[in-house]
């Protein structure tokens, strides 16, 4: 099973400001990993798919990199409804597994 | 529109048996991947398993082989997930969602159904 490690686990900004976050796998998935964003009480978003495709309906400010075993999610100026919990999710291999997850925060 | 719509909260004892479902539309249900996410009270996402209900296909994760049962009902474009020995451990939030066309990510989610198993 494919291990997905995020990090950091929290990050604190301030609106404007520009997000970073990591996700590494365990063993290289090649550019098969996905970004979600999940509000409180909500049902995760789909974000970028295939490690740099944005979603139908994604911000220009969201934008991902990487391949093989390294991958960013990167949020260009933070809006205030962004700050949310973010999950990677690898589809290189059975079972799909996401990562344990990145909680952005108001700084 | 493309829609999942879960069943509603369920509490439970230990022991009891217990069947959620996941009705779409506005989509071939029959042509799309659908699968199932666990959601521990405060904890990450965890994949499950999932299901191609046009052929029945399904694949589980080993964390839930054996401990759920994951279906469809293509008739009433319908997906289910099944315990059939609830603990308290299962006490989740699980949501259903449709897979992305040509790949495994989830593109469509569900609202989530809250399952509480208490004695």
């Known amino acids: 099973e494919i291990v997905l490690t995020q990090s950091p686990a929290t990050l604190s900004l301030s609106p404007g400001e520009r997000a970073t976050l990591s996700c590494r796998a365990s063993?290289?998935?090649?550019?098969?990993l996905a970004w979600y964003q999940q509000k409180p009480g909500q049902a995760p978003r789909l974000l970028i798919y295939d490690a740099s495709n944005r979603a139908t309906g994604i911000p220009a400010r969201f934008s991902g990199s990487g391949s093989g075993a390294d991958f960013s999610l990167t949020i260009s100026s933070l809006e205030p409804e962004d700050f949310a919990v973010y999950y990677c999710?690898?589809?290189?291999?059975?079972?799909?597994?996401f990562g344990q997850g990145t909680k952005l925060e108001i700084k | 529109e493309v829609q999942l719509v879960q069943s509603g909260a369920e509490v439970k004892k230990p022991g009891e048996s217990l069947k959620i479902s996941c009705k779409g539309s506005g989509y071939s249900f029959t042509s799309y991947w659908i699968g199932w996410v666990r959601q521990m009270p405060g904890k990450g996402l965890e994949w499950m398993g999932i299901i191609y209900p046009g052929d029945s296909d399904t694949r589980y994760s080993p964390s839930f082989q054996g401990q759920v049962t994951i279906s469809a009902d293509k008739s009433i474009s319908t997906a289910y997930l099944q315990f059939s020995s609830l603990k308290a451990s299962d006490t989740a939030m699980y949501y259903c969602?449709?897979?992305?066309?040509?790949?495994?990510?989830?593109?469509?989610w569900g609202q989530g159904t809250l399952v509480t198993v208490s004695s």
């Open positions: 969602a449709r897979t992305m066309s040509g790949t495994y990510y989830f593109d469509y």
């Open positions: 999710q690898q589809r290189s291999s059975w079972p799909r597994t």
């Open positions: 063993q290289s998935v090649s550019s098969y």
